[in-house]
């Protein structure tokens, strides 16, 4: 009997017809004898939601408090996906991260898993049931509070219960095909990707690409634990196999977008280093809380120093209103947006002239652009298409 991990995004779950079809699914590989566990994320865009309403409420809301919001999505997944199989006659029950004994460090909003101690799961699986697991969150043993993983984390959750399992495989189930050479939504000649390495996927991850998060493929490499990306609600859906062995041999250009960056303006006296800045501000980054944001760029710009920050539209919204009162930093743009291409790069990209380009740096493995928001989409279909055929 096999132990599998089946791990299911929100686009995946965001109707209770989808949660009542992934339930039929699960119900034929319980019948076939396997051992299952779901791991679920909050349905559709609701953990936006969230934050949409506590943004409305305060201004710096409580990262206690938001992660005791923020976690109840997962919890609407989990519960509602395990009353789906009871209901077809497949014994489950769903728990909590904290139920769970997903152990994370103390930081509200950007916990790591220190320790997982699934006991709960071992046994209901003992049981003979389906577990449905929430993810995303877990508890921190010291204070005993509950905390999220960070935008994204369902799919670390799914890789450290794998491994605390020895699942061998995680599957990840998306509402794509696969890992694709630019995001298919975005792309629509985009080409899949049969397999893959893990250093492959995480360098997509890692600039931008929106298919595992980072953190998950990270923990999958070091713990040897193969992933697998598939269609869900799709029978014939093949995917995409990340592990040790695999490799992409075709010339992958990784197209990847953020939707969100915004532009600052560092204001000092005395020009300071980039890398003093740098420092300066994973500094305000930490205190405040925002481990989501990325730096993407310092930079000097005429007289002026300014650096760009990547996030989500609700965390760098909080960011700015956190700002308020000081006085080394101003917004300049929240306009922008990000396009990226990664592993490997065509010589003459540097010349091309990018209509709306507002930015534009290379580095050894990826390019990236900063553009208009509203560019994103001519830019892409003018001249980034010639790059993927
Ligand atoms: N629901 C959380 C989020 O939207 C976690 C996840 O989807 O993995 O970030
Ligand atoms: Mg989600």
Known sequence: MAIRVLKYGGSSLANTDFIKSIAAQIKKDKAAGDEIVLVVSAMGSSTNELIDKAASISRHPDRRELDM?????????MSLMSMALNDIGVKAISFTGSQAGILTTNSHTGANIIEVKAFRVKEALEQGKVVVLAGFQGVCPETKEITTLGRGGTDTTAVAMADFLNAGTCEMYKDVDGVFNADPKLYDKAKKMNQLSYNQLLS???AGAKVVHPKAVKLAKEKGIKLLVKKAHDE???????????????QAF????????????WLNKNSESNDHIHSELQKHLLAWNFPDLQILDIYQDKDQQKFLLRGT???LDFFVRALADDSKIKLLRSDLSELSLS??????????????LYRY????????????RNYTQNIIDKHLIQYLN
């Open 254 to 265: 990784a197209l990847n977008h953020s939707p969100c960056v915004y532009e600052f303006q």
């Open 236 to 250: 014939n859906s093949a995917g995409s196999l990340i592990s040790a062995n695999s490799h992409a041999s075709q």
């Open 313 to 315: 539209d609700s965390n």
């Open 69 to 77: 919001l923020i976690s109840t999505g997962e919890r609407v997944s």
């Open 204 to 206: 997509m991850c890692e």
């Open 343 to 356: 592993f490997s790069t065509p010589q003459n990209l540097q010349d091309t002239k990018f209509v709306g």
């Open 361 to 372: 740096r290379k580095s050894a493995l990826d390019h990236y652009f900063v553009i208009e």
